[in-house]
């Protein structure tokens, strides 16, 4: 039910069209950077690392630039390019935007959020995935967590990768590499990815002490109706 609900909030959200996609550049432009700021002040990313992405309209998207230090950006700083991926100004994208794309492509996502927060990391270059039925919290907001196989980052083969895992999942493990998240708008994008990481680090935490516990049937049967 969590996944239908979540994919039908990103399908919805796009399918009303321009009236809601026509997204005050300016207000949006302020927001990226800040959202920027806090993955950097979480340590969600460091460095040149991590890239995001939303779309304004039916023809433009807007993306943090290629090699910038994102907890640093201004708004003038902000790429805007086409759903194709054409450069609309001096500005221009990383190589990583290939993925942002192929899901605005294949989803009605409204924004991306790729990053390397350590913990959900971690879980990545293990191979393992976030499980459900642990943390109530963690099947309501992140819904089934996708475990996706190895792509060359930069590459169209990262989409391609993602791809298959689209229709039922909105928060993606990049194997051997670091997070995305998707969401009808860039608050949803950004709260899933920080949300990803603090469950991770409470089940890394969780194992030390002999592995976190399954929720009981009756926690079970009330995230069903949730």
Known sequence: ???????????????????????NERELRMQMCEV?????????????EGNVSCRLDEKRILTTPAGSIKG????????????????????????????HLRIYQLSGAMAVVHAHPPAATAF???????PNHTLPEAD??????????????????????????????????LG???VATIGADLTGA?????????????????????????LPEEGIRWLSDF
């Open 1 to 23: 039910m969590r996944r239908s609900l979540a994919q039908n909030s990103l399908t919805d959200a796009f399918k009303r069209g321009s009236t809601l996609m026509a997204v």
């Open 36 to 48: 920027c700021k806090e993955l950097w002040d979480r340590g969600l990313i460091g460095g040149a």
């Open 72 to 99: 640093k950006l201004n708004p003038s700083d902000l790429a805007l390019i086409t759903p194709e991926g054409e450069c609309l100004g001096e500005q221009c994208p990383s190589s990583e935007i290939a993925m």
């Open 124 to 130: 990545a270059l293990a191979g393992r995935n976030i």
């Open 140 to 173: 309501i907001v992140l819904g089934d967590v996708a475990l996706v196989p190895f792509a060359i980052p930069g590459t169209a083969a990262m989409g391609d990768a993602l791809a298959p895992f689209l229709e039922k999942s909105t928060v993606f493990l």
């Open 176 to 178: 051997s590499h670091g």
């Open 190 to 214: 950004h709260i899933k990815m920080e949300t990803v990481e603090r469950v991770a680090k409470t089940l890394l935490l969780a194992g030390l002490l002999g592995g976190p516990q399954p």
